[in-house]
Structure formats: C-alpha cells, structure tokens
C-alpha cells in the first residue's frame, strides 16, 4: 500500500470521471458553497471592499490611479480568466504580477509585495469583476514553453512522501484526504478566503501548503517554479467559471 493510500480515505462523496476536471464550488460542503455565493456573509468581501478603494486610490507623487488609466473596475471583466499569461518581456505574469508591474512602471511606486493584504485585496476586486466567465488563457506561442514546465512540475513526485500533485487531483478526485474532499486541484477561487488561515491568500500560498504537506521543497511566492505550475493549472480549468473570492476549508 502507498503512502497516498494510507492518507486517503477510501470515501467518494464526489464522483469524478476519471480524467473529468471539475469547479472547485462542485467539492464544497452546501454550507460552505452558501457561504461562497453569499456577499453578506462571505468575508473574503472585506478585502473586495478595500481593493476597490485602492483602484479608485492615486499613490503619493501625483500619479494616476488604477481607475485613472483604467476607468471603473468593472472594465476590468474578463481580464482574470486570461491570467497567467506571457508578457512583452517575455516574463510569465498572474494577475498579481501584472499588477505590481503596473504600479512600478506607471504609477511610480513601490509594489505591494506577494501576499500583502493590499496586492490580495486588489487582485481579488479586479478577479471578482470576472466571476463566473470561463478561463481561458494562451497555451501557444511564447506560453507553450511555460505549460510544458507546469506540466512537468504537476507530475513531478516530490518530496519524503514522493508525491505527485497529479496522484491527488488526478487519481483521488473526490476521495477524502483526512477531513478534505480532494478536489480538481485548479486555481479559479484564487485569491481564496481559507478557514484553516483566517484571512485571504494567493494561489501561491495554497501551493506551499501542498509542498509542505508531501515534505518538499517551498519555491519563493511568486518566482517561476509556481507560476508555471499556475498556468498549467489554469489550462486545466480551460472553460471552468472564475469564483473568486473563493471560500475552502
């Protein structure tokens, strides 16, 4: 017996087709999924309020705001479902990237840094503005050689356990690993309010929890082993509803 299977639960709540990549909402509890569709109750909308305060807000030194070059955030709808994705430099940026890149080069100011309070309420306004249009990013061209390294991180065995993300979101979707239901393993609610946290965190930190969790090494937030494996995932999710700000476990 694998160590995989000593972990998992032979439990199926979910029935996923083998190979069937299905929206994160679809392995939540009907509590949690209330909670996810509920604006009032739902406190990831905290940090949706204060994101589009910033987007309205100019920084010191009389530069414009993100709604000075932009217009209102709701301009902003479908701008998410095409993140990650290859910059003129040549660089792979997630929606976070494109942001800080934006505030350093236009607004002349110093960025946020990954997993500040204000980048994830930013980046979680300008997602929300895309909730429920189906991801659809680049895969050809200058991306092509960015999927192909997400895909070799995602079956990669990593770790004292020498595990592999696909044999969790792949080959146990819908089993239970301890008290979670093993989901698609895609990232379409991120930035994400996680319970386990108490607060909102970026896709990044969701993956460092899963490297921590097989003992493997933690890559830097935001630095290209995780970005990579961000667009693999979001290739996965191709056609599957933005649900940020998302609610899990």
Known sequence: ??????????????????????????????????LQDDPSRHPGWLWIDTGEALWRAAPAGGRPSCQGCH???????????????????????NLEGRIETCRSRHQQAPGFGYESEALLSLTAAIALQSRGLPVSVATDGPAARFVAEGRRLYTLRQGQLNLSCAQCH?????????????SSGVGTGFPAYRLE?????????????????????????????????????????????????????
């Open 71 to 93: 217009g209102d955030i709701t301009g902003m709808r479908g701008v998410a479902t095409r993140y990650p994705q290859v910059a003129q430099t040549g660089d792979l940026l």
């Open 197 to 249: 946290w108490n607060t909102m965190g970026s896709l990044h930190r969701r993956l460092r929890a899963c490297s921590l969790g097989v003992r493997a090494t933690q890559f830097p937030l935001g630095g290209p082993d995780y970005l990579a494996l961000e667009l693999y995932l979001a290739v996965r999710a191709k056609g599957l509803p933005v649900e940020t700000p998302g609610i899990r476990r």
């Open 170 to 182: 792949d080959e146990n979707v819908g089993l239970r690993l301890r008290g979670d239901v093993i």
């Open 1 to 34: 017996m694998t160590r995989l299977a000593v972990l998992v639960l032979l439990l199926a709540p979910t029935v996923v087709a083998a190979g069937e990549v299905r929206a994160p909402a679809t392995f939540l509890s009907p509590d949690l999924r209330a």
